[in-house]
């Protein structure tokens, strides 16, 4: 009978229930065909999923579009899924495979579409910040400026009143202007874009989101020290005394000016920037013209300088140390105050704050302690403190004035000043003699 019931379960076909296959699970499929097919999805090296990216994306496509044609009106506000769905995405485009991805999928074409419809300053925030991390990568950076729709929107939102939006544009537009294979694109459009400079203003007038403030001072900087014909440009467009529009009309002098003091309690850093810019607006004809001319905003800049070198940056019992964190402002902020005071023909003989920290400011490091940014530091303190001195009368000068040229005249001072600022040396050998 055994051997009868083995034969009748070997007899049944492999589907019937008498089956012993039908005993147990069929068993699963081999591993190698998940992992070739999660492979297959991914994105590059990533374990980002191709498939999920493209659903997001078409979701949001999806979205913007059925609200528009049922409501009338573009979206409005996000739902906390869909914010969170699209915050990933800006996560992840900030990997290189994944900008290439979205690149390939012509996702710029989608998130433009999506910006110039949307009315939700959220999601034109997300969408310019994903557009943002993909123009970190050169290639992708290339082909994004070569869009030049998307290039005439990114400038057009410069006015928007989104200080987020605001925020990620600008850093859209200072990570492109930063690739020198795309500047001179970038430098033309905004050229030809002429409320581009009056926006930069207004947010430099108006806004009190630090960091905004700091990005739009990056990119003004940046802009101004790669085109000295576009800063030449924003520096002609200045109102005259007649002009109709002179109250609403943007002064880039005074908006950087203004937002400079507005982000002055931040820190030394937060300065560099700006500071920067409106050295470069002194090497030029046009702004320093501006500067020194009746009305012009050279002697609140100048008070303002001055301030931020005597009171904030490095102090005569600080270790050397400071002055190397904090050359990048002093370079400029001296340059800024030796071509006031040359141009405004400034009298501080009864100033009781300025010269001595220019002294220190000479004389801080040693040979060995310096490099090429600090030597430059070193010769415009030099060079500018012996400008002040030679404008200052013997006679004229308060003690803390007599005691600087008792300072300058010492055997050390001498020595580092010779070795480091010619110009000064000769004028302090003449003074001691």
């Keep these: 009978?055994?051997?009868?019931?083995?034969?009748?379960?070997?007899?049944?076909?492999?589907?019937?229930?008498?089956?012993?296959?039908?005993?147990?699970?069929?068993?699963?499929?081999?591993?190698?065909?998940?992992?070739?097919?999660?492979?297959?999805?991914?994105?590059?090296?990533?374990?980002?999923?191709?498939?999920?990216?493209?659903?997001?994306?078409?979701?949001?496509?999806?979205?913007?579009?059925?609200?528009?044609?049922?409501?009338?009106?573009?979206?409005?506000?996000?739902?906390?899924?869909?914010?969170?769905?699209?915050?990933?995405?800006?996560?992840?485009?900030?990997?290189?495979?994944?900008?290439?991805?979205?690149?390939?999928?012509?996702?710029?074409?989608?998130?433009?579409?999506?910006?110039?419809?949307?009315?939700?300053?959220?999601?034109?925030?997300?969408?310019?910040?994903?557009?943002?991390?993909?123009?970190?990568?050169?290639?992708?950076?290339?082909?994004?400026?070569?869009?030049?729709?998307?290039?005439a929107v990114l400038l057009l939102l410069l006015g928007d009143n989104d200080p987020p939006t605001l925020l990620e544009t600008c850093r859209l537009l200072l990570t492109c202007v930063s690739q020198p294979d795309v500047a001179p694109l970038w430098l033309e459009r905004i050229q030809q874009q002429t409320a581009t400079c009056s926006n930069l203003c207004f947010i430099m007038r108006s806004s009190t989101n630090v960091e905004l403030l700091m990005k739009v001072g990056e990119l003004v900087d940046k802009l101004l020290d790669e085109d000295e014909e576009l800063m030449k440009s924003w520096l002609s467009r200045l109102p005259s005394e007649s002009h109709q529009d002179k109250n609403t009309h943007q002064d880039i002098t005074v908006s950087l000016l203004e937002a400079a003091v507005q982000i002055r309690k931040e820190g030394p850093e937060a300065l560099e920037a700006y500071m920067h810019a409106l050295q470069l607006l002194t090497t030029v004809d046009e702004g320093l013209q501006h500067l020194v001319s009746d009305g012009g905003s050279g002697m609140p800049l100048w008070t303002f300088v001055c301030e931020v070198v005597c009171e904030d940056l490095c102090q005569p019992d600080d270790p050397p140390l400071i002055l190397q964190e904090q050359k990048a402002l002093l370079a400029p902020a001296l340059a800024l105050l030796s071509a006031l005071h040359t141009s405004l023909q400034i009298d501080i003989s009864e100033d009781t704050h300025t010269s001595p920290p220019l002294q220190t400011h000479a004389t801080y490091l040693g040979p060995a302690e310096r490099d090429i940014q600090t030597q430059a530091v070193v010769e415009i303190a030099g060079e500018l403190l012996s400008a002040v001195l030679t404008c200052m009368p013997r006679v004229r000068l308060p003690h803390r004035h007599r005691r600087l040229y008792e300072l300058i005249g010492t055997n050390s001072s001498i020595h580092l000043l010779q070795l480091y600022s010619p110009i000064i040396y000769i004028f302090t050998m003449k003074r001691t003699l």
């Design 1 to 151: 009978l055994a051997d009868d019931n083995r034969s009748s379960r070997s007899s049944s076909p492999p589907d019937s229930p008498n089956s012993p296959e039908m005993d147990r699970n069929p068993s699963p499929p081999p591993e190698g065909d998940d992992e070739t097919a999660e492979e297959a999805d991914a994105i590059g090296e990533t374990v980002y999923s191709k498939h999920w990216l493209f659903s997001t994306l078409t979701r949001l496509i999806q979205m913007v579009t059925e609200h528009e044609s049922h409501q009338g009106d573009s979206l409005e506000e996000l739902s906390e899924e869909q914010e969170n769905e699209l915050c990933k995405v800006w996560d992840m485009a900030m990997d290189k495979d994944v900008a290439g991805f979205l690149q390939e999928f012509k996702a710029p074409d989608i998130l433009l579409g999506v910006i110039t419809k949307s009315h939700s300053p959220r999601l034109t925030e997300i969408c310019v910040g994903i557009l943002g991390n993909m123009a970190c990568f050169h290639e992708t950076c290339v082909s994004l400026s070569q869009n030049a729709d998307l290039g």
